[in-house]
Nanobody
């Protein structure tokens, strides 16, 4: 069984910063792509950023230059540093990962439970 647990969300003023973390646990053999997605009220879930196990990153245009994704492969943890936050960044942020578990020959795709980020004055 694999679990992804996000932390670090909260309420922040426009222009402020937050750092999200996503820790994984379980019978993990390897993790390829890890990423962050978000879903605002009334909208579809959208990609924020992804990072491969070799450090290749990809960002949504709306967060380029403001958000930075990183990972610690020794801890199987992914982070999202969010700077210059705007009201339109308000959403539930979800962690996602492609994970090979011990005993299986194909990766599974897993989601965290989400953490709320609210940007408001």
């Amino acid at each position: 069984q694999v679990q992804l647990v996000e932390s670090g969300g909260g309420l922040v003023q426009p222009g402020g910063s937050l750092r999200l973390s996503c820790a994984t646990s379980g019978s993990i053999f390897a993790i390829h792509v890890m990423g962050w997605y978000r879903q605002a009220p009334g909208k579809q879930r959208e990609l924020v950023a992804t990072i491969t196990n070799r450090g290749t990153t990809n960002y949504a245009d709306s967060v380029k230059g403001r958000f930075t994704i990183s990972r610690d492969n020794t801890k199987n943890t992914v982070y999202l540093q969010m700077n210059s936050l705007k009201s339109e960044d308000t959403a539930v942020y979800y962690c996602n990962a492609d994970i090979w578990t011990i005993g299986r020959d194909a990766p599974g795709n897993y989601w965290g439970q989400g953490t709320q980020v609210t940007v408001s004055s």
